[in-house]
């Protein structure tokens, strides 16, 4: 993790021009991909996991039986939960992008139209339906969409779909759900379901199995390269409505497309690992430091330094203490710093 | 050529434009003054398409503006908002080469032959050194040159401003209104609000005055803004200063008469 940390610190030295800035996030995800799967309570070395990927891919030859402690190691206990990490972390930084080109706004974050009240009351209340993992994780995506849809259809209805009503719809929708959360939890069994739902809410990335990953995986990547392709018509619509549309870009359409695919994969999210705040708000600015504020490549670049950061913190949340932490309090605690880091870093200010 | 007829608009039921008529063609500097809230900005939109007038047809060479493509009125007339904030720090550079996107769509990076285009327009009018500063940190009238940069990247032959003069220093309120000499001359047809009746005298080829939600009048400078007119359509009494030779200059406020 040393390593990752140090890597880290790299990305926020300013450097000169022409230095290629966009491939600092794929890099680090990469070496965060190969440090995840190699710490654990049976650390490998670095060399070890990549010895075994090229193994994998027929390139040298291992002695079978270490072949299979490797697989079951590194394939069937660290792969689905790194594949996790590099889904969630990279849908909430892309979304976050997305968004806060979107609205205009710079502190907007993946939960602004309700998805992750939503989803958090859908979840509670799987939990006290039964506690059916399977039924807690389609209760939290369906509530983290119907939520959206209420804030949207609350701005439609009220205001016309002007951006203004859609915050607001999205804040009266976050209500609703925050509220109808604390009826859950209050009509909760409080010696095992309340508790249930306190963990749920801080995240983990512990529960997730390859089967999870199997349904989960393919929406959400498509969900990630969706939004990466709209960067540049979310470059024009942060210019305002009449501009984009007096540039030729089809507004109500990619607001639209931009919403559903960002809602998509938010709820994807909390499904699969709960609540896991800050990400989707610290790392879109951190890849605005490193490319710079044009979305066809802060877009890709939030998505793969979103990646490498919940790695991190992931393995954090794993290494750190004898038992596992919650990886929304990791997610928190890290963040905080690295926000203050990045508000330091900004030289050339958001707006004026 | 893009040509209002007869437009009609209102929000939530209040009429603001009943009946408005206007066209740009190139090759001609036209000034649009009306009060404010008198519908200049609404009559801009509706001419841009941003908005689609429920009366009365807006066409654009002759075909009516909704039966083109948004791409393809985007490649002719090109919007110049007033000077606004960006929430993000683009550069001069990346904000003008957002003019190539009616030609490239929205997937398609912009290739070197976009980026010498957008670099072209910058030169040309005279930001070159602010290219790769950031829109944030220039001022009001940089900014609204990197916004009529964006527009010629577009590639439009007509200009449709709102307001361009607003928020500018006095130098700088001359030097966009050479610049913009220079583009009709090129034959860049422009539209512009203004609140100044002295910039639509000295500026323009063409005036135009919005009044209650109509045209009121439209031609050259000096026959339509004479001293009843702007009366009539900011409610003031003026007077018109004139030079030795009689030809107008500007308009200045009528002196009192002291009855008592």
Redesign the interface.
Known sequence: MAEVAAAAAVAFVPSRRGWPRWLVGPLLAIAATVLALSVGRYPLPAWETLRFIAATLRLVDIEPDRYALLYNLIVEIRLPRVLAAILVGASLSVSGAAY??LF???LVSPGLLGVLAGASAGAALGIILGGNWLLVQACAFLTGLAAVGIGVGIAHLFGGGSLVMLILGGILSGALFTSLLSVVKYLADPYNQLPAIVYWLMGSLGQVNLADMGWAALPMTGGIVLLC??G??L??L???D??A??????VKA?RLVTIATATLVSALTVSIAGMIGWIGLIVPHIA?LLV???N?RLLPAAASLGAAFLLFADGLARNLFATELPIGIVTELLGIPVFLLVLSRVR????? | MIEARDVRFAYRGRPVLVGASLSLAPGELVCLLGANGAGKSTLL?VM???LSPPGGAVLLDGRHLADW???E???R???V?QV????????VR??VL??R??ANG??K?PTVSDRAAADRVIERLGIGHLAAR?Y??ISGGERQLTLIARAMA?EARLLVMDEPMAGLDFGNQLRLLERLDGLVEDGYGVLMTTHDPDQALGGCNRVAMLIDGRIAADGDPISVLTTAAIERLYGVRVELLRAAGGAALAFRPQARSHAC
């Open positions: 806060q080109a205009r706004n710079p392709f709209l540049r018509a470059d024009a942060a210019m305002g009449d501009e549309q007096a540039l030729g870009v089809p990619v605005r710079g504020p044009g066809a050339r200010g958001w707006s004026q | 939109k841009l398409g941003l493509g948004r791409r009125v985007a490649k007339v090109a919007y908002p606004h904030a960006a929430p993000f720090p683009y550069s990346e904000i957002m003019g996107m009616p929205l997937f990076a950031s944030t940190e577009q």
